[in-house]
C-alpha cells in the first residue's frame, strides 16, 4: 500500500472502485450517502440525508459541521445557506408535533450558547459569521414561539419563557473573559425583531378569547401585550355601563373590566 495517500486521496480510490465493481449508478436510499460521504461530495451527503432518508437531523448536523469547518466548495454564504435550511426543516419537523416544540426551542438555545461560550465566535470567519447564525438562529426562534398555541397557564407561561427577549444562557463575557449567565440576545440586535416575540404571542391570545366573547381574559393578555387595543375594550365597556338604562344590566357589562382591574392589581 502507499503510505502517502491521504484523506484527499481517497474520492479517487473510491470512485475506481465503485466504477470496478458497477455499483457507482445504483440509486439506494442509504447507499446514497455513503457513496457521497466516501466520494467527499459533502454537498451531495447533505442532499441524500434530507432528500432520500428525510433524516433532517442528520443533514442539519453535517451541514452544521461543513459550514464551520469551511469543508464546502463554494462560497461561506451558499455553505450558510445550506446549513440554514437544514436546520429549519429539522426544526420544522419537530414541531409538526405539539409536544416537540419545546425540544425545538432548547435546540435553537443550545446552537446559540455554544457560539456564546467562546470569545471568538464562529471557529472561521471570525465573530461575523457567529453574528450571522445569532440572527438567523433569532429568527427562527420566533417564528417558532409564534407558531405555538397552548390552550393551558401551564404551557404559556413555558412558551412566553422560551421567548428570545427572555432566553438566557452562559455566554462568554468580553469584559471579564469569563463565562457568564446572561441574556442570550442584546436589545439590540432583538430590535430588529420587534423587541421579541412575548408581545406578538400575548396580543393573539388576547384577540382570541375576545373573539370567544371571554373580555377579561382577553384584557390580561392584551395589555401584558402592550395592545393599543385595551384602551379601546375597556373604552367600549365603560360607555356601555354609562349609557345603559339598566344599572345591574350594565354592571355585567363591566364585569370585565373590573375584573381585569383586580387581577392586575
Not at 339598566?246 to 382591574?261: C, D, H, T
Request: glycine residues 8%; negative net charge.
Amino acid at each position: 500500500a502507499d503510505m502517502g495517500l491521504g484523506v484527499a486521496d481517497l474520492a479517487n480510490v473510491v470512485e475506481d472502485v465503485l466504477v470496478q465493481w458497477g455499483v457507482g449508478s445504483e440509486k439506494d436510499d442509504h447507499d446514497s450517502v455513503v457513496k457521497a460521504l466516501l466520494r467527499l461530495d459533502m454537498q451531495d451527503a447533505v442532499q441524500s440525508f434530507s432528500q432520500h432518508l428525510k433524516d433532517w437531523w442528520s443533514a442539519a448536523h453535517l451541514a452544521d459541521i461543513l459550514y464551520r469547518g469551511n469543508f464546502l466548495p463554494f462560497s461561506q454564504q451558499f455553505a450558510s445557506d445550506v446549513r440554514h435550511f437544514s436546520i429549519r426543516c429539522y426544526l420544522d419537523l419537530l414541531i409538526s408535533s405539539n409536544n416537540l416544540w419545546q425540544v425545538a426551542a432548547a435546540y435553537v438555545r443550545g446552537a446559540v450558547e455554544c457560539d456564546c461560550r467562546s470569545n471568538d465566535v464562529g471557529t472561521v470567519g471570525g465573530s461575523q459569521r457567529g453574528f450571522q447564525r445569532k440572527w438567523e438562529m433569532l429568527h427562527i426562534l420566533c417564528n417558532l414561539v409564534t407558531r405555538q398555541n397552548p390552550q393551558w397557564d401551564k404551557g404559556r407561561r413555558r412558551l412566553l419563557q422560551a421567548c428570545p427577549e427572555h432566553l438566557t444562557g452562559t455566554v462568554w463575557d468580553q469584559m471579564t473573559g469569563r463565562s457568564a449567565t446572561r441574556l442570550l440576545w442584546s436589545p439590540h440586535e432583538l430590535a430588529g425583531v420587534g423587541g421579541g416575540a412575548a408581545a406578538e404571542v400575548q396580543v393573539a391570545w388576547g384577540m382570541s378569547h375576545l373573539a370567544k366573547g371571554h373580555e377579561a381574559v382577553a384584557l390580561h393578555w392584551l395589555s401584558r401585550g402592550n395592545s393599543a387595543y385595551v384602551t379601546d375594550l375597556a373604552h367600549r365597556s365603560l360607555m356601555t355601563f354609562v349609557s345603559s338604562a339598566k344599572p345591574l344590566g350594565s354592571l355585567r357589562a363591566m364585569e370585565p373590566v373590573l375584573q381585569y382591574v383586580d387581577d392586575s392589581g
